[in-house]
T-cell receptor
Framework: EDKVVQSPLSLVVHEGDTVTLNCSYE??????LLWYKQEKKAPTFLFML????IEKKSGRLSSILDKKELFSILNITATQTGDSAVYLC?????????FGTGTRLKVLA | GAVVSQHPSWVICKSGTSVKIECRSL??????MFWYRQFPKQSLMLMAT?????????EQGVEKDKFLINHASLTLSTLTVTSAHPEDSSFYIC???????????FGDGTRLSIL
């Protein structure tokens, strides 16, 4: 059965800290891995990764995929209170996304 | 770019009524749209996938007669919850993508409360 596992489930840090969120997967017919940020409403798209070893970066956020070991990490440097959210990892299989349960990040001022 | 609009954002109605939720892609043509349901502090659960002009594909356990999906154009899909009951109360989210190699973009969700 396809599955996506995220860790940690929750995390509390202080502003300025760096955090690393993990996503491992077992999905048949892997096409891509995606990261989303969900605050109070629906998820907003962060990154889409298809190739191993190529880092994608957007401001303080970066992500990389390892297709051999079947995992991805999402890094956030110099965290801010506005980074507080649930971060969802999804893997695109043949027809649909398989979502992890998310990592709930809280950044304290 | 890639904006998806979902309406309404919040609905409260009596048990037995039907509720229609709209999902529009505002700046791209969505060949495929998806409908999800999310319970508090849980991840997204896919309900159905709809391709423009064809019947929706429902996930196992989702009643197609209860959750009617229409995808009549490349920018609009609707989900109708028929004869809604309190157990249908949930957060419903749509997403859309322009092609299979593009990410899904999500609407803001609809919080449905059935009294």
């Amino acid at each position: 059965e396809d599955k996506v596992v995220q860790s940690p489930l929750s995390l509390v840090v202080h502003e300025g800290d760096t955090v690393t969120l993990n996503c491992s997967y077992e999905v048949t017919n892997f096409r891509s891995l995606l990261w989303y940020k969900q605050e109070k409403k629906a998820p907003t798209f962060l990154f889409m990764l298809t190739s191993s070893g190529i880092e994608k970066k957007s401001g303080r956020l970066s992500s990389i995929l390892d297709k051999k070991e079947l995992f991805s990490i999402l890094n956030i440097t110099a965290t801010q209170t506005g980074d507080s959210a649930v971060y969802l990892c999804a893997v695109a299989g043949t027809y649909k996304y398989i979502f992890g349960t998310g990592t709930r990040l809280k950044v304290l001022a | 770019g890639a904006v998806v609009s979902q309406h309404p954002s919040w609905v409260i109605c009596k048990s037995g009524t039907s509720v229609k939720i709209e999902c529009r892609s505002l700046d791209f043509q969505a060949t495929t749209m998806f409908w999800y349901r999310q319970f508090p502090k849980q991840s997204l659960m896919l309900m159905a996938t709809s391709n423009e002009g064809s019947k929706a594909t429902y996930e196992q356990g989702v009643e197609k007669d209860k959750f009617l999906i229409n995808h009549a154009s490349l920018t609009l899909s609707t989900l109708t919850v028929t004869s809604a009951h309190p157990e249908d109360s949930s957060f419903y989210i749509c997403s859309a993508r322009s092609s299979i190699n593009q990410p899904q973009h999500f609407g803001d969700g609809t919080r449905l409360s059935i009294l």
